[in-house]
């Protein structure tokens, strides 16, 4: 009986053993990815209009890069986060256009998908995405939310890219709505119940008492897309407790236009903002309480140490949120009445008007080259692995996540990729390669920014080029192009190489698009 009872505990030992092992081999995943979130909306960079208590823990309990960076662009953003590649190769991302699904249905759905695949130029079998590095591993994937880079995606794309299961929005034009009379479920199409309006009850900008009107209209809109993607969120971490699994949430919020359910109890009284504004914050609001929604999940399930939680932005800031005599767009000087150029003339959110400062001090906004509209959060969170509060200063880019996950899941073959992993600077163990540089096209031209704090960005249309040292001018103030000659022609010769011997190639412009055929 003695030597039964030895036998039987040595065995829980090596079994849990052997799970720990798993485990540890083996995490799961959720990544993160916020729409238009400026990296000055979050409490811990100094948001003072909204409290965000549980993206602010993502920091506290993990790490948070400052020198992390992403495209000026949702789609190109997107495009370079799911192939691990930076946007100014000759070969460029194929971007569709949107709109092509807002009249889809069961009987012609195979012929719009079909549409979109025909434009596309076919997937070398060599190359290799974010979701297939987890899937090939072993690992359940699902993506939720706007899917994939757009601005029309297929279910063709979504199974070739890795993910074993989705739901969302495949057109991004449609994502502009939070009331979607359908979405896309593993090629299927969905009907939400309640939801019918073609344009997925997007919202008019500027605001005006129409505006409002029109948005509070809740006719054809009885239920929120956010809420929909977030019961999918929690099913699937509930039904994938026993495997590793890899999540993508690229969440609509708080991309605009503005559109909410309710006004969050934090601004019914918040006499510092608008309506329009009350409204805004309460869609970042929402993605904070989604952020701990996910957190809770994990803890009640024992998975918070076994689950790597990354926290990311697509891009810059944005306002939805314009309103006469406070915030005009195209964005205006509020004191001078002069737009601005974001090159002699940029943009601040004390000059432009923006109240919660959501670029964070830093000039320019999406779609720009200049800080605030490439300067996003990272934030990662692994309890147990990485040391609670830190601050990483390595530079990274969003087109390193792929490589970085794919260190996590152990995937091992052969693949082209721009991006470093950033595994061991998360576990502490460092002596890893770093970037020289990143780079990124944008509308005005491609910039690069060292490892040593060194940028340079242009502006191709008014044949401009600037140079500035971010460690002492984060807000883009001071052109040393004359001052520091050699250093110019140095990074100059940088960027030309990263563009493939062609600045166009980091010039995005939107006739670039892939049309369809009639």
């Not at 092992?21 to 959720?30: A, F, L």
Request: glycine share 8%; charged share 25%; net charge negative.
């Amino acid at each position: 009986m003695k030597t039964n009872w030895l036998l039987f505990i040595l065995i829980g030992i090596i079994s849990s053993c052997t799970s720990t092992q798993k485990s540890t081999e083996q995490p799961n995943v959720i990544l993160i990815y916020a729409d238009d979130l400026g990296i000055g909306m979050l409490g811990h960079e100094g948001q003072e209009s909204i409290k965000t208590p549980n993206i602010d823990r993502l920091a506290a309990e993990g790490m948070r890069f400052e020198n992390a960076y992403a495209n000026m662009l949702c789609a190109p953003s997107r495009a370079s986060l799911i192939t691990g590649l930076h946007d100014c190769h000759e070969n460029r991302f194929e971007v569709t256009h949107g709109g092509i699904y807002k009249k889809a249905n069961q009987s012609n759905l195979n012929e719009i998908e079909n549409t979109i695949n025909s434009v596309l130029s076919p997937i070398p079998e060599e190359q290799v995405f974010l979701g297939e590095v987890a899937q090939n591993m072993g690992y359940k994937t699902a993506q939720f939310g706007k899917l994939e880079w757009g601005f029309a995606a297929t279910n063709m794309q979504m199974k070739r890219h890795g993910w074993g299961h989705y739901f969302g929005y495949l057109d991004h034009e449609r994502a502009h709505g939070f009331y979607p009379p359908f979405l896309f479920e593993d090629g299927n199409l969905i009907k939400i119940e309640g939801n019918t309006l073609l344009n997925s009850g997007k919202s008019k900008e500027p605001e005006t008492k129409e505006a409002f009107e029109e948005r509070w209209n809740m006719e054809g809109k009885k239920v929120y897309s956010q809420n929909l993607f977030m019961d999918k969120v929690i099913n699937f971490i509930e039904s994938n407790q026993e495997n590793p699994f890899f999540l993508y949430f690229p969440t609509q919020l708080p991309h605009g236009p503005v559109s909410i359910p309710e006004v969050h109890s934090d601004f019914i009284n918040d006499n510092r903002l608008t309506q329009i504004e009350k409204e805004y914050a309460s869609m970042v609001k929402m993605l904070d309480d989604n952020v701990g929604q996910i957190l809770n999940k994990l803890e009640a399930l024992n998975l918070d140490e076994n689950t790597i939680v990354i926290f990311a932005a697509d891009n810059g800031h944005e306002i939805y949120y314009g309103l006469e005599g406070r915030v005009l767009k195209p964005y205006t000087n509020m004191q001078t009445g002069e737009r601005f150029n974001d090159l002699e003339n940029k943009y601040y959110s004390d000059l432009g008007g923006d109240v919660f400062n959501g670029n964070g001090g830093r000039a320019g906004m999406k779609r720009s080259n200049l800080q605030g509209g490439i300067n996003i959060p990272l934030l990662v969170r692994w309890p147990g692995k990485i040391v609670e509060g830190i601050t990483s200063k390595r530079l990274v880019s969003n087109y390193d996540i792929m490589p970085t996950i794919a260190e996590i899941t152990g995937f091992d073959k052969d693949y082209k990729t721009d991006g470093l992993s950033f595994f061991k600077e998360l576990i502490g163990e460092g002596n890893e390669q770093e970037h020289d540089y990143v780079v990124y096209s944008s509308f005005t031209g491609p910039t690069l920014i060292m490892n040593d704090g060194w940028k340079i960005r242009t502006d191709l249309k008014r044949d401009a080029t600037a140079l500035y040292y971010l460690p002492d001018d984060f807000k883009e103030e001071n052109d040393l192009s004359t001052a520091e000659p050699e250093k110019l022609k140095t990074l100059q010769a940088l960027l030309l190489k990263a563009c493939d011997g062609d600045l166009a190639n980091g010039h995005f412009q939107n006739k670039n698009n892939i049309g369809y055929r009639k």
